[in-house]
């Protein structure tokens, strides 16, 4: 295709044009935000204040039923179950990311699933009345499978209508809404709202309140404008989206900008799992994001808040002010989260991941002196706290939101949805394991086992350094160009294509010798 001199003057002009937050972007970041990364927030904290009500209400429904006591390494067990099933759940539902957003779109994805916090919701709401534990048991699974699934499809949906100058800002909201979720959590959580004998089961069916909100506004927004037009082929709706999102009619260059994406992507065809780990152009991109996300999940910020009441308990801290001081963090959280969306744009995301994991690599490691000192030493306890505050602070900045971002723009439509599948798997995996094991680390290693977080955050950030290239305001085709050499793949450049990404077949058939691409 050509491009006349005139209308290539008129695409230089629209490509030069930044992107602007309207109010129908604004407005779907937020409901779709609220409605499915909230939840994932509130459900990884919302069982940590009723523990002590919620392990009485099993042992006295088994006492009902059996006439017996239950025993202390059953209800161990159950617990355990309790806490677990939540990550297992987040697993799953990664897997079911690939299937679901090629079939029913991002947004059909995203009302789907509000199935799965709308029922359990109702399920743990009413187990006290039905005298079961079993169904918070699976209720938490099931919920797990709702928050596997939206921290997945959220980013991929607002990261594939932003414009790319507020790519990353948007990006992280969804990650804002998760701290909001926790921050919520905790203050309902609190003894004197509904962290009680009463009010727990209250709060653990008040999940199914924000997938209701989006069940009921979501429909009136559009569809991701790249699915409508690479998978579905259909430019006009395409077009009609981008126009409601950007404010204005002249949306060529960006429809432009999908064609191409498009064409490149009919050479690779639409890539499974499997095809991803063996296709070579795209095998530094996802070894970068297993990496990070590893890092996000192994650098201990999930034992920082399913333990941290123990934490602020061994720091000193009194027994009655703890569930305050983690309701500070939880605030901390929020806040620095909320700046890292103003300033992912003008600091980029990699000087953010740097200092992110190196904020938390430093607070690992004085934390663990902190906590040694602290029966010798009485000011000790105060630096426990500043350590644990500055690492949430480094991963709300960084470790946290950005490789969600990095995700959706280090790979192409075709590919995405199965790198949020192996992301997102990678995520839960790690979260899970950390849940279970911690506990065991701390009675083997003491105070010493912060030290392994404070290994894994230094190993991330030396990956990052050498490895990771900045993606801020570069399009999805000029970030894979980027990488290209890295990964030994010629990309030809044909200028009267405005820059059709084209990866020769013969560079690949030379380096992966009977190598095909199958679609899904």
Known sequence: MKLTEKNQESTDASRGRKGKMTLLLAGVTLVSTFGSSFQYGYNVSVINSPAVFMKEFYNQTYLDRNGIPMESSFQTLLWSLTVSMFPLGGFFGSLMVGPLVN??????????????????????????????????????????????????????????????????????VPQLFITIGILIAQILGLTNILGNVEGWPVLLGLTGIPAVVELLLLPFFPESPRYLLIQKGNEEQARQALKRLRGWDDVDDEIEEMRREDQSEKLEGRLSVFNLFTFRALRWQLISIIIMMMGQQLSGVNAIFYYANNIFENAGVNENDVQYVTVGIGAVNVVMTCVAVFIIESLGRRLLLLAGFGICCVSCAVLTVALNLQATVSWMQYLSIACVIFYIIGHAIGASPIPFVMITEMFLQSSRPAAFMVGGSVHWICNFTVGLVFLYMEKGLGSYCFLVFCAICLATVIYIFFIVPETKGKTFMEINQSMAKRNKVEIQMDKENLNDFQPALETLKKNEEGYSVSGL
């Open 103 to 172: 079939q029913c779109g991002r947004k059909g994805t995203l009302l789907i699933n509000n199935i799965f916090s709308i029922v359990p919701a109702i399920l743990m709401g009413t187990s006290m009345v039905a005298k079961t534990f079993e169904v918070i048991i699976l209720s938490r699974i099931i919920v797990g499978i709702c928050a596997g699934l939206s921290s997945n499809v959220v980013p991929m949906y607002l990261g594939e209508m932003s414009p790319r100058n507020l790519r990353g800002a948007v990006g992280v």
